[in-house]
């Protein structure tokens, strides 16, 4: 079941696979120098390198007892030599694998950043995007305020039409002089006439 779901992580992310792989074959030589000083080392070998062997064994050999119907049946330890072998080939294992996990969560985590990273962006794109529309919208409605207070077209046409008729007064030629004031001038004219007469 953890080898599918490794499985699926690592299909899931292309480049990991990839760097899984290549990992893995870097990890190899790293393997086997643990398992070269496993086989050296008493301390390895007796702490290291047996426990994991002779738990392995025991728990491969009691599942094929079972399998094939012998229950209760004793299981004998490896030999230190054989648990040693297979303790630093589990060790080289257990090398690889971690070291391999330990990339696949790292390039999840960068994943999950760069993720977060373009969500923020589109985020920040989001309220600007807002923001711009409630500007929009601030100045939709002052110019929606200025066309209502703006007077309606009948009294500017009404306006108009009265500024027309003051250009045509103002244009318009004096009007001539009534008949009463042209008797009038007759009558002071031939008055002065008369009075040079008398002196």
């Not at 080939?89 to 990339?103: D, N, Q, R, S």
Request: glycine residues 6%; proline residues 8%; charged residues 25%.
């Amino acid at each position: 079941m953890p080898l599918a779901t490794a499985k699926m992580v690592v299909g899931a992310f292309p480049m990991a696979k990839l760097l899984y792989l290549g990992i893995r074959q870097v990890s190899k030589p790293l393997a086997n120098r643990i398992k070269e000083a496993a086989r050296r080392s008493e301390f390895f070998k007796t702490y290291i390198c047996l426990p994991p062997a002779q738990l392995y064994h025991w728990v491969e050999m009691r599942t094929k007892m079972r399998i094939m119907g012998f229950r209760g049946t004793v299981i004998k330890p490896l030999n230190e030599e054989a648990a040693a072998e297979l303790g630093a080939e589990l060790l080289g294992e257990a090398t690889v694998f971690i070291v391999g996990g330990g990339c696949l969560v790292l390039e999840y985590w960068r994943h999950q950043a760069h993720q977060r990273h373009k969500e923020e962006e589109q985020s920040a794109a989001w309220d600007a995007l807002r923001d711009e529309v409630g500007r929009v919208a601030l100045a939709l409605e002052a110019l929606q305020a200025q066309v209502q207070a703006a007077p309606p077209p009948g009294a500017l046409e009404e306006l108009q039409a009265q500024m027309q008729e003051v250009r045509a007064q103002l244009c318009a030629p004096d009007p001539p002089p009534a008949p009463q004031a042209a008797s009038t001038s007759q009558e002071v004219s031939s008055s002065e006439e008369k009075e040079p007469a008398e002196a």
